[in-house]
């Protein structure tokens, strides 16, 4: 499937360049549509290969709250799948049993993405990877998609979860799913789980001054705003670095 679309591309943009000699600028932005990228991601948006996983049940729709990432509304995003990115999907990303659903663009029915398949996927600007556990490699951390808040020479990640409790109000059965955020440090090629500002500076030691001193400057409290102060620690421990 991948080839073919290459190969369709391929010769869509022979057919372009040919057409375009000699042609004025109006008829060049029309074509801009059909453009070999355009029309290629065009068609895989609808691909098969993006759906055709097992197919997503919404549950606990009566409840409180929801069980996905932000808002449960489908938002635009792309998902690197199968060694292919597709791009312009309608994703949401339920953070209880991390599943990434899929809404296929022509039928109706959700569909789960198979989450080994994932390499990474973006949704409103927010960029998850996925890591697997692998205790040979030194991968110690729970397999699982990750949010990339930082990517530089040291990298800051969160985990997003969401637990779903039950409480008895007014005789019923009410749902909710209360939030929690792991944040962890990739240095020198090792994820640690940062559960503290003290644990986060030990692990600059040698820049713990410094980074005190830039979240000082920058009116950053840790505690009120620990996700904005791991990735000034990080970007400021980066600028550092010999």
Do not use: C
Not at 22 to 40: E, F, Q
Not at 76 to 104: C, M, P, T
Not at 117 to 141: C, T
């Amino acid at each position: 499937m991948q080839k073919f679309l290459f190969l369709l591309t391929a010769s869509l943009w022979m057919s372009l360049l040919g057409r375009g000699q000699g042609a004025d600028t109006s008829t060049i932005a029309k074509n801009a549509a059909n453009s070999p990228l355009a029309l290629y991601q065009a068609a895989t948006i609808y691909s098969p290969h993006l759906y055709n996983g097992p197919r997503y049940h919404i549950y606990d729709s009566r409840s409180k709250e929801h069980q996905f990432f932000q808002v449960e509304d489908w938002q635009k995003g792309s998902v690197h799948y199968d060694g292919q990115l597709f791009e312009n999907v309608s994703l949401l990303y339920d953070i209880v049993k991390g599943y990434v659903v899929a809404r296929h663009p022509e039928r109706s029915g959700l569909v789960q993405l198979q989450s080994e398949r994932i390499r990474y996927f973006s949704v409103a600007e927010n960029h998850f990877i996925r890591i697997e556990k692998n205790e040979e490699k030194g991968i110690e951390v729970p397999t699982g998609f990750y949010q990339l808040l930082y990517d530089g020479e040291t990298q800051v990640l969160a985990r997003r979860i969401k637990e779903r409790q039950e409480q008895i109000e007014n005789n019923k059965v009410t749902v909710y799913f209360p939030p929690k955020n792991f944040f962890y440090i990739k240095k020198d090629g090792v994820y640690h789980l940062i559960r503290s500002k003290k644990a986060a500076l030990n692990l600059y030691n040698d820049r713990k001054i410094a980074l005190r001193k830039a979240l000082r400057e920058n009116r950053i409290n840790f505690r009120k705003a620990r996700e904005q102060a791991l990735v000034q620690m990080a970007t400021q421990y980066d600028k550092l670095r010999p």
